[in-house]
């Protein structure tokens, strides 16, 4: 079974930083991508950023020139810096790993961890 720790959020004024951590842990598999969604009452889910184990970042535009998306694959943890923070990016944010199995032509699979609430407000 994969697991996550996720860490980071909480409350920030407008303007404010956040920095989001996620560790995935197991035995069984690779990764080969993580990153971040997130989902504000009453909109659908939407991603924020994403890495894969080559270095290839993707971001949502609205984050484009606030946020920071790392990782470190040796221990299998993504990390997102959130800067300039608005109210508008208040959401339960939620950490993804995209996982093949450790044998020759797995299929990917995704795995989510449970979500941390940031909440942007003066």
């Known amino acids: 079974q994969v697991q996550f720790v996720e860490s980071g959020g909480g409350l920030v004024q407008p303007g404010g930083s956040l920095r989001l951590s996620c560790a995935a842990s197991g035995s069984g598999f690779s990764i080969t991508a993580m990153g971040w969604f997130r989902q504000a009452p009453g909109k659908q889910r939407e991603l924020v950023a994403g890495?894969?184990?080559?270095?290839?970042?993707s971001y949502a535009d609205f984050v484009k020139g606030r946020f920071t998306i790392s990782r470190d694959n040796a221990n299998n943890t993504v990390l997102l810096q959130m800067n300039t923070l608005k109210p508008e990016d208040t959401a339960v944010y939620y950490c993804y790993a995209n996982i093949r199995r450790n044998y020759e032509s797995s299929p990917q699979y995704r795995y989510w961890g449970q979500g941390t609430q940031v909440t942007v407000s003066s």
């Open positions: 890495i894969t184990r080559d270095g290839i970042i």
